[in-house]
């Protein structure tokens, strides 16, 4: 099966920054990479988009994390990024990498990666 893979998660104290970063396998065809993007999920809470970008660079952001994180793209290396700064508690959550060729719909995921924010 295939899987991306992320990597950066990790204990940070509130205010603090984390990078988290994901790359797609040679494997998955360039057309499912039109849309990268990070999502996270709580405990006891459902899957929610955090930030994606598109292949031509169109972004949307959670209101939660608006001028806080920050999502970037690598095309040719095939990877994404997010920036997260200024952490709050309610930012901890397992951040999962997902990819697609569609903005509404994720066609492949990432394993996840937690995020702690906590002193």
């Known amino acids: 099966q295939v899987q991306l893979v992320e990597s950066g998660g990790d204990l940070v104290q509130p205010g603090g920054s984390l990078r988290l970063s994901c790359t797609a396998p040679?494997?998955?065809?360039?057309?499912?990479?039109?849309?990268m993007g990070w999502y996270r999920q709580a405990p006891g809470k459902q899957r929610e988009l955090v930030a994606y970008i598109t292949r031509g660079g169109k972004i949307k952001n959670a209101d939660s994390v608006k001028g806080r994180f920050n999502i970037s793209r690598d095309n040719a290396k095939r990877t994404v990024n997010l920036q997260m700064n200024s952490l709050k508690s309610e930012d901890t959550a397992v951040y999962f990498c997902?990819?697609?060729?569609?903005?509404?719909?994720?066609?492949?995921w990432g394993q996840g990666t937690q995020v702690t924010v906590s002193s």
């Open positions: 040679e494997s998955i065809y360039s057309s499912m990479l039109n849309v």
């Open positions: 997902g990819v697609g060729r569609y903005t509404d719909y994720v066609d492949y």
